[in-house]
């Protein structure tokens, strides 16, 4: 079966600080990649996709992905309170998508 | 990037009787695909919907629970019938992008069967 496995968290970090989110999947043939972010009672936002093995950078975000290891990660950099919100990890290829169950993030001020 | 609208946004279902959720794109697509995010768990796509053809539904979701229609390129319905405490959930339409490698969700239905 396929599965997306993400820490279901709580994980909570000081404002200003590094936030870290991963995810392992399982299907090897896993092309796309994507983190969504979802505020409570909202559906899910588009943060980053990452598509080949590196990181890949935008503001304060950060993707990585190694598909050896089948892992990718999100990383926030100077963490703020409004990124307080459960994050979801997506792979999949073409329109086989698979989520995983979220990690929630809180950010302390 | 699309922009999708549903409808109802919030709702408060009588167990038993059914309900249908609308979903509308502002741009033509090939597939709508329905998803379902019960409390505190991962999304979980129900169906896939194209036009002109019945929605190819997930291992455990058939039709006559989550009646699907499609009937042109930028529409569709979810029913969501004879309802159950168990329902309660929201639910996702979503489309993806032209080169495929994008999501988009729409706003989310959020029901509760009492």
């Known amino acids: 079966q396929k599965e997306v496995e993400q820490n279901s968290g709580p994980l909570s970090v000081p404002e200003g600080a590094i936030a870290s989110l991963n995810c392992t999947y399982s299907?090897?043939?896993?092309?796309?990649f994507f983190w969504y972010r979802q505020y409570s009672g909202k559906s899910p936002e588009l943060i980053m996709s990452?598509?080949?093995?590196g990181d890949k950078e935008d503001g304060r975000f950060t993707a990585q992905l190694n598909k050896a290891s089948q892992y990718v990660s999100l990383l926030i950099r100077d963490s703020q309170p409004s990124d307080s919100a459960t994050y979801l990890c997506?792979?999949?290829?073409?329109?086989?998508?698979?989520f995983g169950a979220g990690t929630r993030l809180t950010v302390k001020p | 990037s699309a922009v999708i609208s549903q409808k109802p946004s919030r709702d408060i279902c009588q167990r038993g009787t059914s309900l249908t959720i609308q979903c509308q794109v502002d741009?033509?697509?090939?597939?709508m695909f329905w998803y379902r995010q019960q409390p505190g768990q991962s999304l979980t796509l129900i169906a896939t919907?194209?036009?002109?053809?019945?929605?190819?539904?997930e291992s455990g979701f058939v039709i006559d629970k989550f009646p699907i229609s499609r009937p042109n390129l930028t529409f569709s319905t979810l029913t969501v019938s004879n309802m159950s405490p168990e329902d309660s959930s929201i639910y996702l339409c979503?489309?993806?992008?032209?080169?495929?490698?994008?999501?988009?969700f729409g706003e989310g239905s959020w029901l509760t069967v009492v």
């Open positions: 741009s033509q697509v090939t597939m």
């Open positions: 979503s489309v993806h992008s032209l080169r495929g490698n994008t999501i988009y």
């Open positions: 299907d090897r043939v896993s092309q796309s």
């Open positions: 990452i598509y080949s093995n």
């Open positions: 919907a194209n036009q002109g053809s019945e929605a190819t539904y």
């Open positions: 997506a792979a999949g290829k073409g329109n086989d998508m698979r």
